[in-house]
């Protein structure tokens, strides 16, 4: 059974960065697109971003030029990096592993921004 699991949430200050990661297990293999979401209160869910198992990044967000997703196909996890936060960015994160047809949402990691 596939299993993601987000962390690197916390709660910190305007300006700084921080690196979310997703690590991904129960699966042979890399996942088809692993991509990053968020959800902040009282919006939608919308998505930042996906990795393809070749590496092809795909920015959906108008984030691309602060955020940035990378992986260690190793670890079998992948990251998002967050630099210069806003509180606007405050938000859950999470984490959707599609391998074959099969979709895998973690259960988020929030992120707070204070100014």
């Known amino acids: 059974q596939v299993k993601v699991v987000e962390s690197g949430g916390g709660m910190v200050q305007a300006g700084s960065s921080v690196t979310l990661s997703c690590e991904i297990s129960g699966s042979i293999g890399s996942p088809n697109v692993t991509g990053w979401y968020r959800q902040a209160p009282g919006k939608q869910r919308e998505s930042i971003g996906t990795i393809t198992a070749g590496g092809t990044v795909d920015y959906t967000s108008a984030e691309k030029g602060r955020f940035t997703i990378s992986r260690d196909t190793a670890k079998n996890t992948v990251y998002l990096q967050m630099n210069s936060l806003k509180p606007e960015d405050t938000a859950v994160y999470y984490c959707?592993?599609?391998?074959?047809?099969?979709?895998?949402w973690g259960q988020g990691t929030q992120v707070t921004v204070s100014t």
């Open positions: 959707r592993a599609i391998i074959d047809i099969v979709s895998t």
